[in-house]
């Protein structure tokens, strides 16, 4: 398009015809780019006007881009051929509806919603399914707007410290029962111990906000600075107890419910296993809608909580408790001691409470999920949830000791203090539908940390790399689903009941409070940045009060239920290194020593100069090979490409550009007589994009189009979960295509020995 063509305002342009240079060194060259058209060619009684020696053409620019200086359109979305206003007038019509692919720059394309569209009849059924469930895909750019303000960040990553205030005082008060109601009396001053530690923890980890912006969890910190066991540990420990945390959660939701109606209590563990699967379905939908959703329960709960609260002690202050401000209430029902009230029983009690603490982490560990500037308004959050949490917790203690309730099978302490200071009436069941929803809102807390957690633990190769994969809605669902599943195993497995899941819970999150305390104090000494002397502080009085309690902890409730979590715990970490191992080893195995490519497989030059002048003869084929690296997987299909023509261009498909262009830059020193197409997918959909570049390509090329699948064989059950062959989903829509030509390169690693092992860190 010439200068004299760029006026504002046109609705059409001229510009120079395109030719495409003759000849297979030009064709083998650069990297073929289809036209974005799905629907079917002209017919030639249309384009032969068009085929008329002419030096212009006349295309029409979209209404919305005239004035534009460069219509986006005009270099691969020509779709329609229209007569014009003369006879024997024809130009291009550009319809951006039916655009399949948009070009970034040379050798770059993006997928457009329409190529992204699923195909086959089952897909489609799903998609519809899942386009009815969890509503519309949402393309990767739209992830920025997927974060979290201040009060949804509060909803969606504080419900669990928030909420634990409606069973972490029951928890306490019934080990303490054990001793007789008179130990009731011990419940606030250990309330108070805890509020202690609740504020030092929160005040360590706003130190590890501050050196971590981009999310620094147990598993980051711990890895940075202790070591991989460190890390892999912290890892499993809070994978536990957000598998536990959903379990616990549920069940005391389902118990606030059966404390109204009674008759539901046969009933609650089909009850639970229905709130997780709709919690899993919100959350597959995205956190933004997510947090909106959770967002008006979890305030609701603050408020009709707090509102208690405030009502209980004005009676308290005014005199129409049956406690007063110094005493608490003798106890509404007598309960003979079964043990001694000893320090270890004391221990015992602290260590239930100390549920109170559950979730603080989340925050934490989901910084980047917060909008700029992420880190203070993570910290500020943190903040706001602590104080609230502590209000909540030490107030729902403090009047249950001066109403002097006691625990009952049939009915929650929160539930007594609900009726004992709003009467039975409608303020009471809002109370407690308040409480049951939050409850169950608080398991979101693990909805969103497990899953982004599997996520960068799958990133580090400890974990299957399926968990790096972002659904539909940009959530990562494999880890949705696998925590979804585990819990509701969990939740069945001890029949829905709080008191027999409490024992397996807190034991995890202090372990993992422990070593992320002890690697921030590892992180100050190294760095010594400024003010580093206060932050060594804060995180030393940290990991050593986390440290005791976390032996507390374990000590009190190994026999009960605790070393189930430890050997849970035992479990993943061997998985999370025997992941590693495998992935190592395979990275080794599939390693090209870049001083030997290409490996082995002649090239067009080679073949010359030895002497076979009928390489020079036009190629047949156009041989296409999606690659995923510079490997022996790759490189050993584009060997076989080579073999079969001289037309062969590698695609590769991706929904991250940054790391697509480190690739393209990576290919063109390894493999640079073989042009590399990145195609982008940003609706995370392999199959479509593919096949709508293949058929793209049946309508323009004159060769056949031949398809290498690079597959790595598998000879164990478990590799087939641990390695993506997404490629190998292509066959079925390829085979039946008359055009098309598919070939398997089925790569075994028995049968090629590896050239180098790469160390560790590149697997």
Do not use: C
């Not at 959903?246 to 046969?266: C, E, K, N, Q």
């Not at 195609?679 to 570049?693: G, K, Q």
């Amino acid at each position: 398009m010439t200068a004299d063509d760029k006026g504002h305002g046109r609705s059409f342009i001229r510009r120079d015809r395109q030719v495409i240079p003759g000849g297979d060194s030009d064709a083998a060259a650069r990297p073929v780019v289809p036209p974005a058209n799905l629907a079917p060619p002209p017919s030639p009684a249309e384009v032969a006007p068009l085929s008329r020696p002419a030096e212009r053409e006349r295309v029409v620019v979209p209404r919305q881009e005239r004035g534009s200086q460069e219509p986006s359109g005009v270099n691969i979305e020509l779709r329609e051929v229209r007569k014009g206003l003369k006879p024997g007038d024809r130009f291009l019509r550009v319809v951006p509806k039916q655009r399949l692919f948009t070009q970034e720059k040379a050798g770059h394309i993006e997928a457009t919603r329409l190529a992204s569209k699923p195909r086959g009849p089952i897909e489609q059924v799903v998609g519809a399914v899942k386009n009815v469930v969890l509503g519309s895909p949402f393309a990767s750019a739209q992830a920025i707007h997927e974060r979290l303000s201040k009060a949804k960040g509060l909803a969606i990553l504080g419900s669990d410290p928030l909420s634990s205030s409606a069973y972490a005082t029951e928890e306490m008060l019934l080990i303490l029962v054990l001793a007789g109601t008179s130990a009731l009396i011990y419940s606030v001053p250990i309330a108070l111990v805890i509020a202690l530690l609740l504020t030092i923890v929160v005040i360590s980890y706003r130190q590890t906000i501050k050196a971590y912006p981009n999310g620094g969890g147990a598993y980051i910190v711990s890895q940075d600075n202790l070591g991989s066991a460190a890390g892999t540990t912290a890892a499993a420990s809070l994978m536990v107890d957000y598998v536990v945390l959903v379990s616990v959660s549920v069940a005391a939701g389902v118990a606030a419910i059966t404390s109204v109606v009674p008759d539901l209590l046969d009933y609650r563990v089909e009850i639970g296993v229905v709130i997780i699967v709709l919690m899993t379905i919100l959350n597959l939908r995205g956190m933004r809608e997510a947090g909106t959703v959770f967002a008006a329960p979890t305030y609701f709960f603050i408020f009709a909580v707090g509102g208690t609260i405030v009502i209980g002690l004005v009676q308290v202050v005014v005199g129409d408790a049956p406690g007063s401000v110094l005493h608490s209430a003798p106890p509404q029902e007598q309960i003979v001691a079964t043990e001694g009230l000893t320090f270890f029983l004391l221990l015992r009690a602290f260590s239930s409470g100390s549920a109170a603490l559950t979730g603080v982490e989340a925050i934490s560990n989901g910084v980047p999920s917060f909008k700029p500037p992420e880190s203070s308004n993570a910290r500020a959050t943190l903040t706001v949830m602590a104080v609230i949490a502590i209000f909540l917790f030490v107030g729902v203690t403090y009047l249950v000791s001066r109403y002097g309730l006691v625990p009952s099978h049939d009915q929650t302490v929160t539930s007594q203090l609900g009726r004992a200071v709003l009467g039975d009436n409608v303020a009471y069941y809002g109370f407690q539908a308040a409480t049951a929803v939050v409850l169950f809102l608080a398991a979101n807390t693990s909805f969103n940390a497990f899953p982004l957690l599997s996520a960068i633990l799958a990133r580090d190769r400890y974990m299957p790399r399926q968990f790096t994969f972002r659904g539909d809605r940009l959530a990562f669902s494999n880890g949705i689903m696998l925590l979804a599943g585990m819990a509701a195993l969990l939740y069945i497995a001890f029949d829905g009941d709080v008191n027999n899941l409490i024992p397996l819970y807190t034991v995890g999150v202090f372990v993992s409070f422990t070593l992320s305390q002890s690697g921030m104090v590892k992180h100050w000494l190294k760095l010594r940045e400024s003010g580093w002397r206060v932050s060594l502080a804060m995180n030393g009085v940290g990991a050593v009060a986390t440290g005791i309690v976390a032996v507390i902890i374990t000590g009190t409730k190994f026999t009960h239920g605790a070393w189930i979590s430890i050997v849970m715990m035992m479990v993943l970490v061997a998985i999370f290194l025997l992941i590693r191992r495998h992935y190592a080893w395979f990275a080794g195995r599939i390693y090209v020593d870049r001083a030997n490519l290409p490996i082995g497989v002649p090239t067009a030059v080679s073949l010359v100069s030895a002497g076979d002048p009928t390489r020079y003869m036009p190629p047949r084929d156009h041989v296409i090979v999606p690659v995923d690296g510079v490997n022996k997987i790759s490189l050993g299909a584009i060997g076989m490409a080579r073999e079969m023509s001289r037309m062969v261009t590698a695609v590769h498909l991706t929904d991250d550009p940054v790391h697509a262009e480190g690739f393209r830059e990576e290919w063109s020193q390894s493999v640079p007589d073989v042009p590399l197409l990145v195609i982008e997918s940003p609706f995370r959909a392999f199959v479509a994009p593919m096949i709508a570049y293949i058929e793209s390509l049946e309508r323009t090329e004159p060769q056949r189009i031949t398809i290498i699948l690079p597959s790595f064989v598998i000879h164990h059950w478990w590799e087939r979960f641990l390695h993506n062959r997404d490629v190998l989903r292509l066959r079925p829509f390829l085979k039946e295509r008359e055009s098309v030509r598919v070939v398997d390169f089925p790569w075994d690693e028995k049968k090629d020995p590896p050239d180098q092992p790469p160390d560790d860190a590149t697997a």
